[in-house]
């Protein structure tokens, strides 16, 4: 089925006025009325960046799964603004795209682990995924309440089958990163930020651990100066 062109003119004479009131529930009310996900996705293709942050901010919204794509290549726009915009619409659609019965059990997690009780949000995320099997994001906060607690392997493993429901789920790569460098496997910690980085080029923290790791490696690499970081599975 084809999908019919939003006019960005038009697109921007609808949402300025209410973004201008910061009214993020009648932003989304009144593009839901008006126009599909699929839609706005085409504009993040559009010439002016005005348009593109405003589409990527609005995705962020009333976008779900189908957006991924869009909103990943998003994360290559030679706008830094746009790539803020788009990496927040992936957060915001990866915290709301499990089952609904799932959402109760995961929000509490969410609370408690911002209270730093890690454990109950451990046992929270457990509920929330076996009420949804494919929700991403709850084995992700579960991989961050292990990690929090020092259960690197924990962590690595609940990173695991976030990138298996989501494979652009750069925050996973970056937080198996974090995990591999905590238990000394330096290479495969490089491997998992380089993924992670190519999916999100612009996370400066990142690269700065890739350049890190990599003189470390260099130091204790072999007599000829060289070492070949071989391709890893996760």
């Not at 994001?137 to 089958?161: D, K, P, T, V």
């Not at 750069?170 to 190519?198: I, P």
């Amino acid at each position: 089925m084809s999908v019919h062109t939003i006019d960005a003119n038009e697109f921007l004479e609808v949402v300025r006025p209410v973004l201008a009131k910061g009214d993020a529930a009648a932003l989304a009310q009144v593009v839901q009325s008006r126009w599909r996900s699929r839609q706005l996705c085409q504009l993040l293709k559009h010439e002016q960046g005005d348009v593109r942050r405003v589409v990527a901010f609005t995705l962020g919204l009333v976008g779900d799964n189908t957006c991924e794509g869009c909103l990943t290549r998003a994360l290559h726009d030679n706008d830094w603004r746009v790539n803020e915009m788009a990496e927040h619409a992936l957060w915001s659609i990866w915290f709301r795209s499990g089952d609904p019965k799932a959402a109760k059990p995961f929000r509490q997690g969410v609370a408690l682990l911002a209270d730093s009780a890690y454990e109950p949000a451990i046992r929270c995320f457990h509920q929330a995924f076996r009420i949804d099997p494919d929700f991403a994001e709850a084995y992700n906060q579960c991989a961050l309440a292990h990690y929090f607690l020092g259960r690197w392997q924990a962590s690595i493993e609940a990173a695991r089958l976030v990138v298996r429901r989501v494979p652009v789920h750069f925050g996973a790569f970056a937080g198996m990163g974090h995990c591999y460098t905590q238990l000394g496997n330096l290479e495969r910690a490089v491997h998992c930020y380089r993924r992670a980085l190519r999916i999100n080029p612009r996370m400066p923290a990142i690269a700065r651990a890739i350049d890190h790791l990599s003189v470390k490696l260099h130091d204790i690499c072999d007599s000829s100066g060289q070492y070949v970081l071989d391709p890893v599975s996760l």
